[in-house]
């Protein structure tokens, strides 16, 4: 891979990067193979800055949620996207997730608010509780969102999973085990068939969304709990 001209003296330049970086795992995905930055300027400007969350989208802009909030690498410029860009995000908040749907909207979420916000395909933002309406899913209700491998979402309350099928433009909803708390909860979906997986604390819930079926196992003691 090119690192660019201006680090050319500095052979190991993405290890030494990785040493001194906060999240070293990070930057073990950025040179996994999957990119070739040539301006590694770009690479300097997050330099120090706490990396949670990292997403290429359907454009090939690369984004990274930071804890001094949201950049965007267009190949060639690093831009923050702040208070005066039309994203009209908060840069002295942390952005912890970063998700794609299937109409190329982007989910995001910061530490300390309680609600989403979402960019649409033009990466403007919209209202989040608006969209979710439109498509058939809970407005109203705190929730736990997550986007699958497909671009589905996935909307899980303490009462009710919505699950929103772009391929289908269709909204299905579920009944859950009862959940205590959203807050506290871990979710997982694999395969096209919809398996979801919910940690609530100890309890591993499994939803086989072919048969509409639940079924419970309890972690040992010595696994990690999120509660």
Do not use: C, F
């Given at each position: 891979?090119?690192?660019?001209?201006?680090?050319?003296?500095?052979?190991?330049?993405?290890?030494?990067?990785?040493?001194?970086?906060?999240q070293p795992l990070m930057v073990q995905l950025l040179w996994a193979g999957a990119y070739s930055f040539h301006h590694p300027g770009m690479m300097r400007?997050?330099?120090?800055?706490a990396v949670y969350s990292m997403l290429e989208d359907y454009q090939g802009y690369l984004w990274f949620g930071t804890g001094n909030g949201l950049y965007r690498y267009d190949g060639y410029d690093l831009l923050l996207l702040d208070e005066?860009?039309?994203?009209?995000?908060?840069?002295?908040q942390a952005v912890n997730m970063l998700q794609e749907d299937g109409a190329h909207y982007i989910w995001i979420s910061q530490f300390g608010l309680s609600e989403h916000l979402l960019l649409d395909e033009r990466r403007q933002r919209v209202e989040a509780r608006q969209y979710l309406r439109s498509l058939g899913m809970e407005a109203d209700k705190e929730y736990y969102l997550h986007v699958d491998t497909e671009g589905n979402l996935w909307q899980v309350m303490t009462d009710t999973v919505a699950f929103y099928d772009f391929s289908t433009h269709s909204c299905r909803r579920y009944a859950t085990p009862g959940f205590h708390t959203v807050n506290n909860l871990r979710?997982?979906?694999?395969?096209?068939?919809?398996?979801?997986?919910?940690l609530d604390g100890k309890l591993l819930w499994t939803f086989h969304q072919q048969y509409d079926a639940w079924e419970q196992e309890e972690l040992s003691l010595n696994a990690p709990s999120f509660s």
């Open positions: 891979q090119s690192y660019g001209t201006p680090l050319q003296e500095q052979e190991d330049w993405p290890a030494q990067w990785a040493k001194a970086h906060v400007q997050l330099y120090g800055h005066t860009s039309p994203a009209h995000l908060a840069s002295d979710i997982s979906v694999k395969g096209s068939q919809g398996t979801l997986y919910v």
